[in-house]
């Protein structure tokens, strides 16, 4: 178990006094290869899997507040607040504060005002230049010597979707998919057939990282991100990667006890193949209120051709009972894509978790949205036109669920889909089904090639 940072908080005229990290019982890892080091080559108290970083700062009242649920859910207790600004007599906050893009700041104040060296090199974003790259062929390997108890990953292939010739433009690889928290899986889910072990967090976020350096994606978009600061974003980053993270401002992983903060969505892309021009954090809305769920756009272009393009990763509200509430919340998305590609002059890769069936109204506002959207896995199948039976197929206490939620988006106008990964089959699955021992989500990876069209705007 990762030990908590330590929160307090000064008033503002006085120095924040570092503090040392807190005792811990935990026992060390039985596997530590050079990538999964429990401590940095400094010996200092940051780790890249799990950290044990002091936190003294002054915090405003939204910070405070977010803070006090997650040491709450963790069986701390909340911290104190110093006069004047929005707290009662017993110094907690009592008004909620607009939540907003203020979550992504609230993390960068918090990595800002840590006193450890290891606090730049572990939790804020780092200059690319100044970090060691990882061979992936080495990483990978890591990740085989960790997980050689396990049986070894499916095997799945590319279908060729190419209806003419090759393309001039090269190749974008792009990976969609809903890892699952870490505090869910092991907290709230449920998961009747799953045993614990098959959860463990040393091992599942090696099966994670193995699926990704298996399909080494230009661009990743994933959902339900719980380790971005301490496993993927110092490890992606590493790669090449440069990277996105914006939490849920209400994560469900805060209610779980031993969480890791909350989950969100997480963006990467290549900086070899990518340069960024716009980035925005989206606090998706439902008749005017916000919601609970966020998304990302960012605007790229591509190095070798000058040519745009816009990438936005989503979770929708899940369970049955919100079909309204994620019609909402894909209409505000497309309304802000709608903004940021100009009216559809950009082209545009949506993916996400949407937790909705095709027969939902949220599936219905996307395909028939001015953007001029289609869904790549549809042409998996024999017409074209049917998305596949499954992307998530796990079995709860309250039954088995067998339902196809995941989607990757496209600008049919202005891109091709050359090749997509073919999904798991039910014999590959298993009789218990996601997650398991193979495979470390309850939602498969979904991964397609696109290329630019030559002439975009002769189909618009």
Not at 306 to 312: F, M, S, V
């Amino acid at each position: 178990m990762v030990a908590l940072p330590v929160l307090e908080v000064a008033p503002l005229t006085q120095e924040p006094t570092p503090k040392g990290p807190p005792e811990t019982n935990e026992r060390p890892e039985e596997r530590s290869p050079r990538w999964f080091s429990t401590r940095p080559p400094d010996g200092s108290t940051g780790s890249l899997f799990g950290w044990r970083l002091p936190v003294t700062s002054v915090l405003s009242s939204f910070c405070a507040l977010y803070w006090s649920r997650f040491l709450w859910a963790r069986g701390w207790s909340a911290p104190r607040l110093p006069s004047p600004v929005g707290v009662g007599q017993s110094g907690l906050v009592f008004s909620a504060c607009p939540m907003g893009n203020g979550t992504s700041r609230l993390y960068s104040a918090l990595t800002k005002t840590l006193n450890s060296s290891a606090a730049s090199q572990y939790l804020e974003s780092p200059d690319p230049e100044h970090l060691e790259p990882i061979d992936p062929k080495e990483l990978l390997e890591e990740c085989r010597a960790v997980l050689h108890t396990r049986p070894p990953r499916f095997q799945r292939d590319f279908v060729d979707l190419r209806t003419d010739g090759p393309s001039s433009h090269p190749l974008i690889r792009v990976m969609q998919w809903n890892i699952l928290a870490q505090a869910l899986g092991e907290g709230k889910d449920n998961f009747a057939q799953c045993p614990l072990e098959a959860l463990k967090w040393e091992e599942r976020k090696c099966l994670i990282l193995e699926e990704i350096l298996a399909y080494q994606p230009d661009i990743l978009c994933l959902q339900e991100v719980d380790h971005y600061f301490d496993t993927f974003q110092p490890l992606l980053s590493r790669l090449g990667y440069q990277g996105t993270f914006f939490p849920k401002p209400w994560s469900p992983c805060l209610d779980v006890e031993h969480n890791n903060g909350p989950d969100g969505c997480a963006l990467f892309f290549l900086q070899n193949r990518f340069k960024l021009l716009h980035s925005a954090n989206i606090r998706l809305t439902a008749m005017r209120l916000k919601t609970n769920q966020v998304a990302i756009a960012q605007t790229l272009e591509c190095t070798e051709s000058g040519r745009q393009l816009c990438i936005a990763v989503t979770h929708l509200k899940a369970r049955t009972g919100w079909e309204q509430l994620r019609s909402a919340q894909g209409c505000d998305l497309l309304r802000n894509l709608q903004n940021i590609t100009q009216g559809a002059k950009i082209p545009l890769i949506v993916c996400g978790d949407f937790n909705a069936e095709p027969t939902e109204e949220v599936y219905k506002h996307f395909a028939s949205s001015s953007l001029n959207l289609s869904s790549a896995y549809k042409l998996l199948s024999a017409d074209g036109q049917s998305e596949p039976p499954y992307t998530t197929w796990k079995i709860r206490t309250s039954g088995e669920c067998r339902h196809t939620l995941d989607y990757i988006w496209y600008s049919k106008h202005a891109l091709s889909v050359r090749s997509a990964l073919d999904l798991l089959t039910e014999e590959q699955i298993g009789p218990n089904r996601l997650p398991s021992f193979h495979y470390p989500s309850d939602h498969l990876s979904l991964v397609c090639d696109f290329s630019f069209n030559e002439d975009p705007d002769a189909l618009l």
